[in-house]
């Protein structure tokens, strides 16, 4: 089964995802975290958020980029909170090391390896088109290409939820 949460900040929507996963029996846990570390600061987040995990037996994979790559080494039948589109598609946008142009071609791939792999994904999506695309610089392209990865995502999943003030909203 295969799940997409989608919210803005603070919305509640990483809470409901790790609440599907623990209400799942499928095991291990897998939390893949795909925020790169640019300083102490998210260094000591990165840190607060894996002992949390591990309080409920998630085992961690630091993706930031190459999704595809990462989805190689979780094991079948895992259930995995993938956390989260918004991070991976900055990263691939505008890392060097990143696809680039391709970046929505890329993390599908990753994310239907992964969905063929696992009994349970859920992924986690920020929604940050709500704003609107007035914005400078690359920005545009970022929103549009991360609108069209949870459009994507969203065909692909067998459930999709919004997480709007706390409040948990299925649509599918």
């Not at 979780?74 to 991070?87: H, K, M, R, Y």
């Not at 065909?155 to 599918?172: F, P, R, S, T």
Request: contains cysteine; negative net charge; charged residues 20%.
């Amino acid at each position: 089964m295969t799940a997409l949460v989608v919210g803005g900040a603070a919305s509640g929507k990483s809470q409901l995802a790790e609440q599907l996963i623990l209400q799942s029996t499928a095991r291990p846990r897998v939390y893949i975290a795909t925020m790169q570390v640019w300083d102490s600061e998210s260094e000591r987040r990165v840190q607060k958020h894996r002992a949390m995990r591990a309080e409920k037996q998630f085992s961690t994979l630091e993706v930031p980029l190459g999704l595809l790559a990462a989805a190689e080494s979780v094991p079948p039948g895992s259930a995995v909170l993938l956390e989260d589109l918004t991070n991976l598609c900055a990263g691939e946008m505008f890392s060097p090391q990143g696809a680039g142009e391709n970046t929505e071609k890329a993390i599908l791939a990753g994310v239907k390896a992964l969905a063929e792999k696992c009994a349970l994904l859920v992924m986690v999506s920020g929604d940050v088109a709500g704003g609107g695309l007035d914005y400078a610089g690359d920005t545009p392209a970022y929103v549009y290409t991360l609108a069209k990865l949870n459009n994507a995502a969203a065909a692909m999943a067998d459930c999709v939820y919004e997480a709007v003030g706390g409040l948990q909203i299925q649509h599918k």
